[in-house]
C-alpha cells in the first residue's frame, strides 16, 4: 500500500496576475522556496517529495498521520502567505493513490478544514514502499561528445519514455535532475525496470543504471534504491561484476 500526499498552491492561477506581467522570476523564486520547506518538513519525518510540476508537489507519505499532515500545514503557514491545500490518497501502486487522492481533492472530502487537508489516510507504519533510483551509465562522457542542452534534450526524452512505460505499470516516474530519475513502484519494479533498461539500449543505445529500496518509509526506501545504485557503480568500477540492476530491502 502507497500512501501518496498532493500538495499545490490553492489559487495560484488568479494569483500570479496579481503580480503583473513583470513576473517569472519572482514566481520561480517563490516555488524553489516553496519546495526547500516541503521536502525540508516531510524528509524530517521521513518521507520524501517530488516536484511533480513545479507548483504540485507529491510526497510518498507512508506511515503519516493526519496530525503529522497538520503539524506540516501549521508550519507552512507561518512560512508563507500563500495557501497550500493537501489530498491524500492511498492505493496498491502508486497510481492509484494519486487517483485516489484526486478524487478526493474533486468531491471534496474534507479530512480537516481548518489546515485545508483532503482525501483517506492510511498511516498504517508496517506498509512497504518501493522506490528505485535510475541514472545514465557513463553520463559525462556522452556529455563530452554533446552540448549542455543537447544532454538536456536527451534527458527529457529519457524521462518521457520512463514516464510512459512505468505508468502502465501503475509506477510514478519523477525527474531528479542530472540523469537521475525515481520512480515510486508497486513492490515488483525489478522485472520492469529490467524490461525498460534492454528497451533503452535497444531503442537508443544508452545504458542505465537501477537501484532499487525497499522499506517502510519514502526516505529509507530511496536511501537503499541510492546505496543500490552506486554498489552497482562499485562493482563495475572494481572490474569484478557487471550488474545493472540491484536491490536492497530493509
Ligand atoms: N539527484 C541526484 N543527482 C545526482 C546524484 N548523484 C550524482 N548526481 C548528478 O548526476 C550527474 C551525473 O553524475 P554521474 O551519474 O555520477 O556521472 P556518470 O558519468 O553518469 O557516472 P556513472 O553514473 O557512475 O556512470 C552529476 O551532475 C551529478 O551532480 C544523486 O544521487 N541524485
Ligand atoms: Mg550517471
Known sequence: MIQLTIIKITGYGPWTLTLGSDREHKLQMLQSSIYNEIQNLFSEKNCLVFSNRFDELFAVTNGLSLDDHIEIQKKLAKSFDLQLSMTIGYG????????????????????????????YVDGK????VQIMHMDVDGSTSISAKKSPYEISSLMFKLYSEMSEFFLTKNCLTF???GDNFMIVTSGNGKDHAVRFL?????KHGIALNCGIGTANTAREAAKLATKSLDTIRELRDSGKNQQQVLELTC
Open 198 to 202: 534492454n528497451l533503452m539500449k535497444e
Open 175 to 177: 525527474f531528479m535532475g
Open 92 to 119: 496498491n501502486s502508486p497510481f492509484e493513490a494519486n487517483l485516489n487522492a484526486d478524487k478526493a481533492r474533486k468531491s471534496k472530502i474534507i479530512l480537516e478544514k481548518e489546515h485545508n487537508i483532503f482525501g
Open 125 to 128: 507504519a508496517e506498509q512497504l
